[in-house]
């Protein structure tokens, strides 16, 4: 494949890509125009693109910032194509990681780029291991894999006003991409009593909740989710727990303690806290109990085929107020097009000479310059990775240079397809 054409503009920090032809709008990006309709879309830039497949585009992108030099790798996605599709890549297990080349290869994927925050450390909690599971929602072809963490108990950046861990960005089944929300609704019923869910294969359960394990969680111990509160990672672990095991509708097991190990395909895993444990150490062993989930849309009447989580940095072509504008990383972001039909993925480069990175806020006036309508800022630094497979090719490449020196086992990311 021929390497593709770069375009160099400026970075300033008061006003992005002045004067660039990649302006959000401009006839000579190619971008859809916030206020026409995308019957069409097109990708910004269409000179600087190479085709991977029909409906599926890569390009680089140099900056240059008061910084240093940056460089943007990026992958284009025409949602209306008839045999293009996004979904999650992920290893199997929420509580599992892999390298994002691996998860790509694993599905025959033409591109993808990292996904969300995970529980990538545990260093609050002597003897309690880090479980890898990503912080927000995941759904992946269809299937509800897990619900957010309570706000406090996330990875990242700070996040912005009015954002949260149950933002996604997500594909419904209109084949149209949205930014949204997904909130956990769900219930334990037992003989005495109906409890609300509070949790789905999550490392942080909320104080006095109850949350359910399946077998998506993987063999990870599950102690990690009594741990830390709703406003602090740091917290102790609670003292006050229980796990109960259901099995075929009734009680198999009952524990004090959270376990570990594989969930078999039948079974789930109840794990109370505080109220919650005082609640579940009523149940005895073959007591019928009843456990009920979904994840449900808050902005949309249109189920989620596939969804991600990310916090958001820019919504109806406008930078949300607040994202910080000082300090810089290496990022990875996703961005919606008009009316959903076009989705664009961007991984910075974390070569040594493209190191400097760009702050939250410079990544949205990115991702608005590059046609995004609504963005979310995805996993950084040492996971920002990008992939693609070039037509022919057996197995992806990683495109960018990981800030690392070498790919990041990650929970989940953005895969692209093209089906025959």
Request: charged share 20%; hydrophobic share 40%.
């Amino acid at each position: 494949m021929a390497p593709p054409l770069r375009t160099r503009t400026t970075l300033a920090l008061s006003l992005f890509l002045v004067g660039s032809a990649l302006l959000a709008g401009s006839p000579a990006a190619g971008a859809p125009a916030a206020a026409a309709p995308a019957a069409a879309p097109a990708p910004p830039a269409p000179a600087s693109w190479t085709a991977l497949a029909s409906g599926v585009r890569y390009a680089t992108l140099d900056l240059t910032t008061a910084r240093g030099p940056v460089r943007a790798h990026l992958v284009s996605v025409d949602l209306t194509h008839p045999k293009v599709s996004v979904d999650l890549l992920h290893p199997g297990e929420v509580a599992g990681r892999a390298p994002l080349s691996e998860l790509a290869d694993a599905r025959r994927a033409v591109a993808g780029v990292n996904g969300d925050f995970f529980h990538v450390s545990e260093t609050q909690h002597p003897g309690v291991e880090a479980t890898g599971a990503a912080v927000g929602p995941a759904v992946a072809d269809g299937r509800a894999l897990k619900a957010a963490v309570p706000d406090g108990q996330r990875f990242g950046p700070a996040l912005p006003k009015g954002t949260s861990t149950r933002d996604v960005l997500g594909v419904g089944y209109d084949d149209r991409a949205r930014l949204g929300e997904l909130e956990l609704a769900g219930t334990v019923t037992t003989p005495d009593a109906r409890l609300p869910l509070g949790g789905l294969n999550q490392y942080a359960l909320p104080v006095g909740s109850v949350g359910v394990f399946t077998s998506d969680w993987g063999a990870a111990s599950r102690l990690r989710a009594t741990c830390g509160t709703d406003t602090s990672r740091a917290a102790p672990c609670s003292t006050e727990t229980y796990e109960v095991t259901v099995r075929s509708g009734r009680v198999a097991a009952v524990a004090e303690r959270p376990g570990r190990g594989p969930i078999p395909e039948g079974t789930e895993v109840l794990v109370g806290r505080e109220a919650g444990a005082r609640e579940l150490r009523r149940l005895t062993v073959g007591e019928p109990v009843s456990v009920r989930h979904r994840l449900v849309a808050e902005r949309s009447r249109v189920p989620y085929r596939f969804a991600v989580g990310g916090f958001p940095v820019l919504r109806d072509g406008s930078p949300l107020g607040g994202l910080d504008r000082v300090a810089s990383a290496v990022r990875s972001a996703a961005g919606v097009g008009p009316d959903g039909r076009w989705l664009l993925l961007m991984a910075l480069d974390g070569g040594t000479e493209f190191r400097s990175g760009l702050s939250v806020a410079e990544l949205a006036d990115l991702m608005r310059s590059l046609g995004a309508r609504d963005a979310v800022n995805l996993d950084g630094g040492g996971s920002s990775t990008l992939v693609t497979r070039s037509p022919g090719a057996h197995a992806v490449t990683v495109r960018n240079h990981p800030s690392g020196g070498a790919e990041r086992r990650v929970p989940n990311g953005i895969g692209v397809f093209v089906h025959r």
